[in-house]
Each structure stands twice: as C-alpha cells, then as structure tokens.
C-alpha cells in the first residue's frame, strides 16, 4: 500500500519570496515521485519527478524538490515567488505492484501570491 | 507533438441520461488513464487501459465503463448519472504501462455537470 500526505492545503506567500510545499509519502516499494500544477480549469502539468538518480531534482519554472528517505519525503521549492505560479499543486507516488502501476494523488496544495 | 486531446470539454446532462467522453492519447502513447476530480474526494483513479485492454481498475462502480480503440482513442461511459457524478474528467497518456517512472501526460479535461 502506498499514500501520500500534503501537509498544507493551502499556502499564501508574498511575490518574491521562497515557496514550500511539503509532501510525504509511504509506499511498500521504491517509489517514482511526482510534482503537478494545475491551473484553473486546466489538466495536469508536470513540474519535476524523481526517479532515483539525483535526490535533488530540478523542474521547470524554477521549482525544485528534494527526496529525503529518511524522512519519507519530497517537498517542493522556489526560490522565489512569481504570481503566475498561482495554483494548486500536487504530489503523486508511483510504484508498480507486480505488473500493475499504482499512482496515488496527494490531496493538492493551494499556492496564492500576494503583490 | 501534439498534447492530449479531450472531448467535449463541457457537457450538461440530467440524472439517469448516460454519457460517453473521449481521449486522443499523444502519438505513440499506448497506455490511458482517466481520473476524475472533484473538490471533496480530489482526484481518484478510474481504469487504465493498454493496447486495448483494461490493465487496472480504480474503485468505482460498474456504471463506470471505458475502453480502447486499436489506435489507442480512448473512450469512457458513464451510464444512470448521478448528481455525484458532476466532476472534472481527465485522461493521461503515457508510453507503456509497467513503468513507474513514466510520466503521466494529461489533457484539458471534460467538466461534467449533472443536474
């Protein structure tokens, strides 16, 4: 079995400072782990994944997130804020049972940027 | 290429009416997934589908139905609508099925209102 937590469901940062979204995570196997936007009344856009080589990956717009085993997390970051990443965003487990895929969707952090 | 394409992006039907949505998958994608997302139980996985057959199945009711066509279109049925039926709908493709790693691409999405 496999879940992960968003441990904010919403998230207001000032433009031009630092973004953190936190995520964690559980799964029985060596998961893949994602990052999603979605603006309104759009799909899913990916920011960044891990895949098991570098630990820290970079996506675009210049997110980042770090895997953390020890912690059983992936969190994302900005150096700094723009309005236009305004959004909700998501954090998503992959790992495959037996020959089945699995993707579990975190419950998605709500990003607001104040002027 | 060309992203994932669905249709209609909006539909309004009435309870007990049917309905049938459609995804065009990114060329060269086999594998189809459809999700649907709503404010309270956010986004839930329905079926993924692979070189025509059903590959996995998420929690939902037998009203629920998809399939695939030869050159991986997919479609999904919804029968008897029910009001809790109102959602986002979202197809994703991908290159195959049994990897974890792969990434998920995912359409604009079909708004689904039942009234």
């Known amino acids: 079995a496999q879940s992960v937590t968003q441990l904010d469901s919403h998230v207001s940062v000032s433009e031009g400072t630092p973004v953190l979204l936190r995520c964690n995570y559980s799964?029985?196997?060596?998961?893949?782990l994602f990052w999603y936007v979605q603006h309104p009344n759009k799909g899913l856009q990916l920011l960044l994944k891990?895949?098991?080589?570098?630990?820290l990956v970079k996506g675009i717009n210049g997110f980042e997130a770090e895997f953390k085993k020890s912690e059983t997390s992936f969190h994302l970051t900005k150096p700094s804020a723009h309005m236009s990443d305004a959004a909700e965003f998501f954090c998503v487990v992959s790992s495959l049972s037996g020959s089945a895929r699995q993707l579990t969707f975190g419950s998605g952090t709500q990003l607001t940027v104040l002027p | 290429k060309a992203g994932v394409t669905q249709t209609p992006r909006y539909l309004i039907k009435t309870r007990g009416q049917q309905v049938t949505l459609s995804c065009s998958p990114i060329?060269?994608?086999?594998?189809v997934s459809w999700y649907q997302q709503t404010p309270g139980q956010g986004l839930q996985f329905l079926f993924e589908y692979f070189s025509e057959t059903q590959r996995n199945k998420g929690n939902f009711p037998g009203r629920f139905s998809g399939r695939q066509f030869s050159n991986s279109r997919s479609e999904m049925n919804v029968s008897t609508l029910e009001l809790g039926d109102s959602a986002l709908y979202l197809c994703?493709?991908?290159?195959?099925?049994?990897?974890?790693?792969?990434?998920?691409?995912f359409g604009p999405g079909t708004r689904l209102t039942v009234l």
């Open positions: 060329s060269g994608h086999r594998s």
């Open positions: 891990y895949t098991s080589a570098a630990t």
């Open positions: 994703a493709s991908s290159p195959r099925t049994s990897g974890s790693a792969d990434t998920q691409y």
């Open positions: 799964s029985s196997y060596s998961p893949s």
